[in-house]
């Protein structure tokens, strides 16, 4: 089986940064692009970040140049480091993998289970 786990969330006054990681594990052969999305209450799942292979990034409008996405491809881990967050970054933040297994079967997308990120003075 395959997992993908959340670390990181938690409360965080307005201006402050966070760091959420995610590990990917089980029977992967490749891994494609990684990504977060977040989804705030009554609003609808949206993407944050994105990172391929190669390590080229896109961001959300609202997050550019305060969130950053890297991953480490030797660990099967994605990051998202935030920062000058504010109340509107409120969510639960999804961890998002394309992966192909050893089995053969083709690629698919994962989701992990989700972290809650609060910003609140």
């Known amino acids: 089986q395959v997992q993908l786990v959340e670390s990181g969330g938690g409360l965080v006054q307005p201006g402050g940064s966070l760091r959420l990681s995610c590990a990917a594990s089980?029977?992967?052969?490749?891994?494609?692009?990684m990504a977060w999305y977040r989804q705030a209450p009554d609003k609808e799942r949206e993407l944050v970040a994105t990172v391929i292979s190669d390590g080229s990034t896109n961001y959300a409008d609202s997050v550019k140049g305060r969130f950053t996405i890297s991953r480490d491809n030797a660990k099967n881990m994605v990051y998202l480091q935030m920062n000058s967050l504010k109340p509107e970054d409120t969510a639960v933040y999804y961890c998002?993998?394309?992966?192909?297994?050893?089995?053969?079967?083709?690629?698919?997308?994962?989701w992990g289970q989700g972290t809650q990120v609060t910003v609140s003075s």
């Open positions: 089980g029977s992967i052969f490749s891994i494609g692009a």
């Open positions: 998002n993998a394309v992966l192909k297994l050893t089995d053969g079967r083709p690629w698919y997308n994962y």
